[in-house]
């Protein structure tokens, strides 16, 4: 489960600054866990102490496990209208179709056996503020491909399934072409797709975290999702793991140690 966070650390610096170059170096001292890791890990959290729980009340859990995360470590890049959501006395879903709901639902394809399960925890995960029926699609394509990596589907199989179900214009789509004319996109629609291609068209885990990054655009949140399917399918390096450890504070830490040895090492 480190995946997203090394793609969110290294696309911290280009967000606002997108870079193309392949060869840019990864894991700089000017570089940073943003909002898109500060939700995973609620999620997380919210998975290590309440899955098995009836819906209402592990949605009403992750709830406020959100709004407690991002109250602890506010200064990390949130939405204005996620903000608002977590500021409200009343936390009413938004109608959001933004790719926050896609950044922060990798942990669902751990917890989950099968993929009717993955849907619905997918679901679970993101209603509570990306209700958008869009919002709530990135979601479950992100998830979907994670579970698929994760059970070693081939990555044609893959493509096929997000073609058939979610995206249909991924076939359409050209690395050289994005990189020169993509443009910082923050919905679902717009990013998630870009994000499932960079890992389709990849050849290990570096090569998608390189080229989800230098597409430009959303690079935080494109790198947390293409490199959240990256993980599953080509696994990630004693390093990068312990490099990305530095970046992360002792009680998150714990979080990602509790999640995996409850969800990944006793299910293998």
Request: with cysteine; glycine share 6%; aromatic share 14%.
């Amino acid at each position: 489960m480190y995946g997203a966070f090394i793609g969110d650390i290294n696309g911290s610096k280009y967000e606002f600054n997108n870079t193309h170059d392949y060869n840019f170096k990864l894991f700089e001292d000017d570089m940073r866990y943003t909002d898109d890791s500060v939700l995973t890990l609620a999620i997380m959290d919210t998975f290590n102490n309440f899955y098995g729980v009836d819906d209402d009340t592990f949605k009403d859990k992750l709830i406020t496990k959100l709004v407690d995360f991002t109250n602890n470590d506010s200064r990390r890049g949130f939405g204005n209208m996620f903000y608002s959501w977590v500021n409200n006395y009343v936390h009413l879903p938004y109608n959001s179709c933004g790719n926050g709901s896609g950044m922060r639902v990798s942990s669902v394809a751990y917890v989950s056996k099968k993929l009717d399960e993955v849907k619905k925890y997918s679901k679970l995960v993101t209603e509570v503020t990306h209700n958008h029926p869009e919002g709530i699609k990135g979601a479950e394509a992100i998830a979907v491909s994670i579970f698929l990596a994760k059970n070693k589907t081939p990555i044609n199989d893959i493509k096929d399934y997000i073609v058939k179900n979610y995206y249909p214009h991924i076939l359409d789509m050209d690395y050289e072409d994005l990189k020169k004319n993509y443009y910082f996109k923050a919905t679902c629609q717009d990013s998630c797709p870009e994000a499932i291609f960079c890992f389709l068209i990849s050849t290990s885990f570096e090569d998608a975290l390189r080229k989800a990054i230098t597409i430009g655009g959303d690079s935080d949140t494109i790198a947390d999702m293409t490199c959240a399917i990256a993980e599953a399918y080509y696994g990630v390096s004693e390093e990068f793991k312990e490099k990305t450890r530095e970046y992360l504070p002792k009680r998150y830490l714990e979080i990602i140690d509790k999640f995996v040895e409850k969800f990944i090492n006793n299910n293998n």
